[in-house]
């Protein structure tokens, strides 16, 4: 099997999420481990990690192993996840299976057997490369406030200094620069930059919000580019109205940083 696979496994209980690591990677595999489902949503909505393999337990803080599997695939995400689970019930495997789960494998569990099911989800159930969407390129070179942005080379200057994004931070960006100027709404954000639906609840639009203003924005000052309409969205500007009122934007325009 490829050293290059990488496997994420979410399990709150260290011990045994200790114990998952090291015997994956004494087959060579490369292994993330987070404790809690919203921990697994954000590694896999930051794009930095490419992962190969989801092993995914069901009684997680902060929301369930189902939820955690059904919005993976409602982002529209076919990395093959393998439930680990206590639940024995049929209903129970039913139900993971519903919301997307490739298998399921209750414990205890054999060692031997979860390594058996992680090699065959690799070899039959190889995913669609998630980073193999290609940038569109109708906007190639932008410049905003101290920013230089080269779209199709994924190269960013700030004050002459090269400032590394993650994959998902490139596509926000390239989708407000694409629509500067335009109330962007919340749902169309999750629709075209997530590939989810707009309905679902996440927190994950308003985190990266804050990450891109982070970078972009003077430290604790309003925002100026990456704003806030209450209850409607956001919308990027590239020249800001100075004639505005320090604190607020036209229209209702909140620039609060959080």
Known sequence: MSASKHILVVEDERHLAVGIKFNLEAEGFQVTTVG???SALRVIDEGENDFDLIVLDLMLPGMSGYAVCETIRSSGNDVPILILSARTLTEDRTRGF??????YLTKPFDLDELLSRVKNLLTHFPRRRFTERVMPTKITSFEFSNAKIDFPRFHLQ????????TKREWELLHYFVEHEGRLIPRQELLQNVWQMPGHIQTRAVDQFILRLRKIFEKEDAP????????DMGYRFVKQPDE??????????????RT
């Open 36 to 38: 809690d489902g919203p």
């Open 98 to 103: 519903n919301v997307g789960a490739s298998q």
């Open 158 to 165: 700030i004050d002459g200094k090269e400032v590394q994004l």
């Open 223 to 230: 925002p100026r580019h990456f704003l806030t309409v209450r």
């Open 243 to 256: 004639s505005a009122t320090e604190g607020e934007g036209e229209n209702g325009i909140e620039a609060e």
